[in-house]
């Protein structure tokens, strides 16, 4: 089962806790599990990041391998939950919005990747 990674776990393992300039060899031995699809994130990720247009950003844009499209799927089991639990999810202006995808019920499974 994949490990989903979402927007403010990337922002804090990289600008707070594990700098990619201070951790390099740790930043590297996560080649392995997203090239092998053990670390995943949602496409919603990589379109947060954009918008800041960081270091994050460029390290995310290298590794698009990881990010997985929101389906219809996805996106109809997102609602459903999202419906059922309406607390999971801080729909405040400040809130991040690639959480809510990141979730092995959410994710199911996927067949295909978006070419950027």
């Known amino acids: 089962m994949p490990f989903c990674v979402d927007t403010s776990a990337w922002m804090d ?9 201070v951790f390099p060899s740790l930043w590297a031995k996560l080649e392995e599990p997203i090239s092998s699809g053990q670390i995943v994130s949602s496409e919603e990720v990589y379109v947060e990041l954009k918008k800041k247009a960081d270091d994050l950003h460029d390290w995310i844009k290298g590794h ?3 990010l997985v499209p929101l ?13 059922e639990y309406p607390r999971l999810v801080d729909n405040s202006a400040r809130a991040l919005h690639g959480g809510p995808f990141c979730n092995r019920d959410r994710l199911g499974t996927w067949s295909r990747r978006r070419n950027w």
């Not at 389906?71 to 419906?83: A, D, F, N, P, V």
């Open 13 to 21: 393992g990289w600008q707070r806790y594990y700098p990619q300039d």
């Open 64 to 66: 698009k391998n990881m």
């Open 71 to 83: 389906s219809e799927q996805i996106q109809r089991r997102s609602s459903e939950l999202l419906i």
